[in-house]
C-alpha cells in the first residue's frame, strides 16, 4: 500500500488498477453520483477511469485522486485528492464517499488534509474546489476546509459555485 498522506483518523493511498470494483461500488449509487452527474455501470468502466484519468495523474504531476481508508480497519470509504486540470490552470479538490459515510466529517478531514499536502509538500500556490449549487453538503465541506467563495462558473455545460484558497506560504 502506497500510502500518500495520513489524518487523524485517515490513510488516503494510491489507486491502483486492482482497485476497480472498489470504484464502481461507490460510483454506482445514485445518491453518491447525484451532483457530480457520472454514475459507472461496470467494473470494466471502473478501471478504465481508473486507467485514463486517475493513475496517469500520479506520474504526470506527483497528484491525484486517492483512495481513502479508515485507519481502525483499513476499509475504503470513498476517495479525495487534487487534480491537476490543465484545460482550467488549476489544481481541484475533489472528494467522494460511500453514503454509510456520509456526516462524519471524513470529507472535511481528508479534503483539508490534502489542502494541506498541496502547500505544504507540493508547493501548490493555490487549489480551487467547485459544486453543483444544490449540493450544500459539499459546499459546506469547502466552507470548513477555509475555501472562499469567487462565483459561479460553467464547467463543462453545468453551473458550479467556485472557491479556491491561497496557500499562505507563498507570498503575493
Known amino acids: 500500500m502506497e500510502i500518500a498522506l495520513q489524518t487523524e483518523r485517515l490513510i488516503l493511498r494510491y489507486f491502483t488498477i486492482e482497485d476497480a470494483a472498489l470504484l464502481f ?3 454506482k449509487d445514485p445518491d453518491v453520483t447525484r451532483y457530480t452527474l ?3 455501470i461496470s467494473v470494466d ?3 478504465m477511469v481508473l486507467e485514463q484519468t486517475i493513475l ?3 506520474a ?3 497528484l491525484g485522486r486517492w ?3 479508515l485507519k481502525v480497519d483499513h476499509s475504503f470509504i470513498g476517495w479525495c485528492g487534487l487534480k491537476r486540470r490543465p484545460e482550467l490552470n488549476e489544481i481541484d479538490l475533489g472528494y467522494r464517499f460511500l453514503k454509510q459515510h456520509w456526516g462524519r466529517g471524513y470529507a472535511t478531514e ?3 488534509g490534502c489542502i494541506r499536502y498541496g502547500f505544504g509538500t507540493l ?9 453543483l449549487p444544490g449540493n450544500l453538503a459539499s459546499i459546506h465541506v469547502l466552507e470548513k476546509c477555509g475555501m472562499t467563495y469567487r462565483g459561479e462558473q460553467v464547467i463543462e455545460g453545468l453551473l458550479h459555485k467556485t472557491y479556491d484558497i491561497s496557500n499562505p506560504l507563498i507570498k503575493r
Open 38 to 40: 457520472d454514475p459507472m
Open 123 to 131: 508547493g501548490l500556490p493555490e487549489i480551487t474546489g467547485r459544486a
Open 60 to 62: 504526470l504531476y506527483g
Open 25 to 27: 461500488e461507490l460510483n
Open 110 to 112: 481528508s479534503a483539508y
Open 45 to 47: 468502466q471502473a478501471k
Open 67 to 69: 483512495a481513502v481508508l
Open 56 to 58: 496517469p495523474q500520479y
